[in-house]
């Protein structure tokens, strides 16, 4: 949450600032609108299988009554 919430901060003036070339001074890529787009896509898949992986246990273990040494299993065993 806290990484969603500083790139909403930071994420427009990264892409709408233009670069200032100084003598000497190092200069950074701005990374463009699709690979942005590429981030943002691939960090909300991964915070919702997460997400998914987190919540199954207690899924197997307060809805479905399995034993917890079960849900642990099932959880692991999906993980390869």
Do not use: Q
């Amino acid at each position: 949450m806290l990484l969603a919430l500083l790139f909403a901060l930071i994420g427009p003036v990264m892409l709408f600032t233009k670069p200032t070339h100084k003598t000497g001074a190092p200069t950074f890529a701005i990374p463009s609108r699709s690979l942005v787009g590429n981030w943002r896509g691939s960090y909300l898949r991964l915070l919702c299988e997460g997400a998914m992986g987190d919540w199954s246990g207690v899924y197997l273990r307060d809805t479905l009554k399995t034993r917890p040494d079960f849900a642990v299993a099932a959880l692991s065993s999906t993980r390869r």
